[in-house]
Nanobody, 125 residues
């Protein structure tokens, strides 16, 4: 049974930082791409960041570029998202995800087949 569990969310003030973690179990994902998505109330789930299987390639949504950093530790089967200079518009539930196919790298939600349950990030002004 594949399981992705996010942690690290919380309530912070604008300008603060948070580091999200996503622990994967049930299989090893070192040959899969991984990503972070987020969903704000009343909005569709949107892409935040993606990372290739070895961490050599990353991609970010324009809204977070320069503020967020995605990385992974394949030895620990864990994905991270460092979020700096948080803004109120970053408030959302953040989900980690794994691509459907091995050796894949994608910014498109439909290419991800495994999802965590999400962790809430709330940024107050």
């Amino acid at each position: 049974q594949v399981q992705l569990v996010e942690s690290g969310g919380g309530l912070v003030q604008a300008g603060d930082s948070l580091r999200l973690s996503c622990s994967a179990s049930g299989r090893t994902f070192r040959t899969y791409g991984m990503g972070w998505f987020r969903q704000a109330p009343g909005k569709e789930r949107e892409f935040v960041a993606a990372i290739s299987l070895n961490g050599g390639t990353t991609s970010y949504a324009d809204s977070v570029k320069g503020r967020f950093t995605i990385d992974r530790d394949n030895a620990k089967n864990t994905l991270y998202l460092q979020m700096n200079s948080l803004k109120t518009e970053d408030t959302a539930v953040y989900f980690c995800a794994v691509t459907r196919n091995q050796y894949a790298f994608s910014v498109r939600r439909e290419n991800y087949g495994y999802w965590g349950q999400g962790t809430q990030v709330t940024v107050s002004s």
